[in-house]
């Protein structure tokens, strides 16, 4: 009888594992078959023509390249930031311990040291909740904040500044404003794996580079981040190629239905492969016709997240392979 | 004992981790380019002591220190004291070899390059010097470019003492420096301990009583956090003055 439950149990887990791979082949087959025949030279270099009906998705791959890189100007440097901060900075020993230790500190001098390392760890211990709070939230959600913190708050007061009056620039969804909502969503992801790339840093070799005079900036940048550079590099690129697909966030910040014109400039709006996707599945006036489009269009999306995904991929294992000691 | 004046005093100095005190009142001169030994059991506090005269227990949470270690007569404790310019002048070998991921000539070069040194014929010329001092120049000297954990563990520690070397300090503090090494590398280490004493202030934390004999001048025993006996390294293996001295010596615990 044990035995029996034994193997039903084995069976179960094996057909939830098949039919995960086996939704995984159809997706990517179908996909596969229908979209690589579009992907001709004409349709990857040429913009739409004929109302979106025919003709190619250039614009489209251009915006969301723009996007994605100024995403990643945004979203990188302040996620490493971040993680180097909650990681290097902040007190080891937890907002409960520096707190107690703080409070059995009376009378003693050097109080206020101690006050400082627990404040500093209040701040951690913020920082961190927020961070996967940010995780958690919906992605049309992040739209509608950078709606209305970057366009109608910080771009409207740019513009009142700076632009004569009734004239709008900033005010208005641009690349700009999309790319700060987008690394917003990336940001998290951004900086959980660069704080889990600085702990596979060992401590000894913090403390050898702090024995030999070296501040503590000094150790991080010469020791601590080329020591976890690949590690930040792959979490980024995972990061950037989620962000990279995403429509909702960029729905009210900029990503333009169909636009004569590349951008160029961080004011201009775009298109977007993800949004372009969007807008042929559901404003076309003839679905059949617009269908080997469609198709097109989603290979080229799913093919750039995969190769992003790779890169990502192929340099982490490439330091697995050259981390060990 | 010594005709000159010592190298670091230490007076009544006590240590916490929090509410633990682990260090209790210890005092003691430490002579000018002699080999300073601190023997004693596990969790005596050797390593906490030697990790305070480089002040490398300042990145500890919750440690506190009271009284006095002073170096050429400057309280190293004293509000204001630079910590960063304290460490290049008391360099520090750890117990496990920790070479960065680098060549030889950058892992030498590292303590020079943070002070600022650039030019090439400088650093070339102290980066020699020093692995000549830690007596691995001619193991080295034509694969300098080779990354440093390629070394086996023995040549990398001493490339760790060359490093520390490089930025020419005053004292070296060695904890444990041959604990983790064959017998070969371990003698090779004494060796050159003893052959820097000429140069060096040195003070090194053992497990191994035959190696404190052998390479110090004096020797600290410390147990429970206090320093039981300081002395003449001769006279701590031949004729302590301590019954607790003698009990650790002889092998009776520990």
């Known amino acids: 009888m044990r035995k029996v439950k034994d193997r039903v149990f084995i069976a179960l887990l094996g057909t939830s594992v098949l039919l995960i791979l086996a939704i995984l082949v159809v997706l990517i087959a179908n996909i596969a078959y229908h979209g690589a025949r579009q992907v001709t030279w004409e349709f990857i270099t040429q913009p739409p023509r004929d109302g979106l009906m025919a003709g190619g998705i250039f614009p489209a791959i251009v915006g969301t390249a723009a996007l994605v890189i100024l995403m990643s100007v945004v979203a990188v440097p302040l996620g490493v930031a971040t993680a180097i901060y909650l990681h290097e900075y902040t007190p080891a020993e937890g907002l409960t311990l520096a707190w107690r230790r703080f409070k059995a500190s009376k009378g003693r001098p050097g109080r206020g040291r101690l006050l400082a390392r627990a404040a500093s760890a209040l701040l951690a211990t913020v920082t961190r909740s927020a961070v996967a709070n940010l995780a958690g939230v919906p992605s049309i959600v992040f739209g509608l904040f950078g709606l209305g913190f970057f366009i109608q708050f910080i771009g409207r007061n740019i513009d009142r500044v700076t632009q004569p009056p009734g004239e709008v620039l900033w005010g208005q969804g641009s690349l700009l404003w999309a790319a700060c909502t987008l690394a917003l969503l990336t940001l998290p992801t951004v900086i959980v794996a660069t704080e889990e790339a600085l702990r596979t840093v060992p401590q000894d070799l913090r403390e050898a580079s702090l024995a030999l005079g070296a501040t503590q900036w000094e150790t991080i940048r010469r020791v601590v981040l080329p020591g976890s550079l690949s590690g930040i590099l792959t979490g980024a690129i995972l990061g950037i190629s989620r962000g990279a697909g995403e429509v909702a966030p960029i729905l009210f910040t900029g990503a333009a239905y169909y636009l004569p014109y590349l951008p160029t400039d961080v004011t201009d709006q775009f298109m977007h492969l993800g949004y372009h996707v969007l807008i042929l599945s559901t404003q076309s006036p003839d679905v059949e016709a617009t269908k080997p489009l469609l198709y097109g269009t989603v290979f080229v999306l799913l093919a750039l997240t995969f190769l992003l995904n790779i890169a990502g991929v192929l340099i982490r294992t490439r330091t697995r392979s050259r981390g060990s000691r | 004992m010594t005709t000159t004046n010592p190298a670091i005093e230490v007076r009544d100095f006590n240590f916490f981790y929090g509410d633990n005190k682990v260090l209790h009142d210890i005092a003691l001169d430490i002579p000018q380019k002699q080999v300073t030994a601190f023997i004693g059991p596990s969790g005596c506090g050797k390593s ?163 190696q404190a004999a052998r390479v110090s001048q004096r020797t600290a025993f410390f147990m429970l956090g206090k320093l039981v006996e300081f002395d003449d390294t001769r006279t701590i293996f031949m004729t302590p003055k301590e019954k607790l001295t003698e009990d650790y010596i002889t092998g009776r615990f520990g």
């Open chain 2, 48 to 210: 906490t002591f030697l990790r305070s005269i480089n002040r490398m227990n300042d990145i500890i949470p919750g440690a506190r220190v009271e009284g006095r270690i002073s170096l050429g007569g400057q309280d190293l404790y004293a509000p204001g004291v630079d910590v960063v310019s304290l460490r290049r002048r008391v360099g520090m070998v750890f117990q496990k070899s920790n070479p960065f991921p680098k060549s030889i000539y950058e892992n030498v070069a590292y303590g020079l390059r943070i002070a600022g040194e650039s030019d090439k014929r400088v650093l070339d010329s102290t980066i020699e010097r020093s692995l000549q001092r830690a007596a691995l120049w001619d193991e080295v000297k034509d694969r300098l470019n080779a990354s440093a954990l390629a070394l086996s563990g023995g040549q990398q520690q001493r490339l760790c003492i060359a490093r520390a070397l490089a930025v020419d300090p005053e004292v070296l503090l060695m904890d444990e420096p041959a604990s983790a090494l064959d017998p070969i590398a371990t003698q090779k280490i004494e060796e050159l301990v003893y052959e820097l004493k000429n140069n060096y202030t040195i003070v090194i934390v053992t497990h191994n009583m035959q």
